[in-house]
């Protein structure tokens, strides 16, 4: 089967760096994406690996290492609003569908 | 932006009853699916549709359920007969045909929050 494993919680202050951090054990990998959720709304997408390294967009960078079949996010200069949950994602391109696996979410409260 | 939209937004039903939740996903997307988050937990795959029929359905997703595109532009999800355990965020999502290089993105609607008592 396939999992991906993050922290469930993690707790960060208003100006900080936080990481939050994914391995997964999948059978075919083609990257690695990165979800957020806030409470009650749906999942929007953030950023995307398919090589090693870091990608980075603004305050959030992703890295991803294939031959640990791990990655994380870096969320830096948080802000209260980065408040919600954060899921790492793989495709599962495995006979026709294109479904996505998340994983089990990481819960990041940024205190003041 | 384009983007997928769901209505109802919350559905309060009896169990044993019949529940359809609709999605309209984005215009020139091909591929379809409908997910579900149960309170507190990840989002799980229920079904993925493409080129007018199911292309892959998880454990989750047995003979209750059903999914249909009747016209092209909506897609739906009905529960037959609702059980409590169905309780959960229901999330449709939509893709391209063509991933651009370096993206990976699907595209979620906001949601029907389904409470069945």
């Known amino acids: 089967g396939q999992s991906l494993e993050q922290p469930s919680e993690v707790t960060a202050v208003e100006g900080a760096i936080v990481q939050i951090n994914c391995t997964y054990q999948?059978?075919?990998?083609?990257?690695l994406s990165w979800y957020q959720q806030h409470d009650g709304g749906a999942p929007t997408f953030l950023s995307y690996?398919?090589?090693?390294g870091l990608e980075e967009t603004g305050r959030f960078s992703s890295f991803l290492s294939r031959s640990d079949s791990y990655g994380y996010l870096l969320l830096q200069e948080l802000q209260m609003k980065d408040s919600a949950s954060y899921f790492c994602?793989?495709?599962?391109?495995?006979?026709?569908?294109?479904?996505?696996?998340f994983g089990t979410g990481t819960l990041l409260a940024v205190q003041p | 932006e384009p983007e997928v939209t769901q209505t109802p937004s919350h559905q309060v039903t009896q169990m044993g009853q019949e529940v359809i939740l609709r999605c309209v996903p984005i215009s020139n997307h091909l591929y379809f699916y409908w997910y579900r988050q149960i309170l507190g937990q990840k989002v799980e795959f229920l079904v993925s549709f493409y080129n007018n029929e199911i292309s892959e359905k998880s454990e989750i997703f047995d003979d209750q359920f059903s999914v249909e595109r009747p016209d092209g532009s909506n897609f739906t999800l009905k529960i037959r007969s609702t059980k409590l355990e169905d309780s959960a965020m229901y999330f449709c999502a939509s893709d391209g045909s063509h991933q651009r290089e370096g993206q990976d993105t699907q595209y979620f609607g906001p949601g029907t929050r389904l409470t069945v008592l």
């Open positions: 994602a793989v495709r599962d391109y495995g006979g026709a569908t294109n479904k996505l696996i």
């Open positions: 690996n398919a090589l090693d």
């Open positions: 999948t059978s075919g990998f083609y990257g």
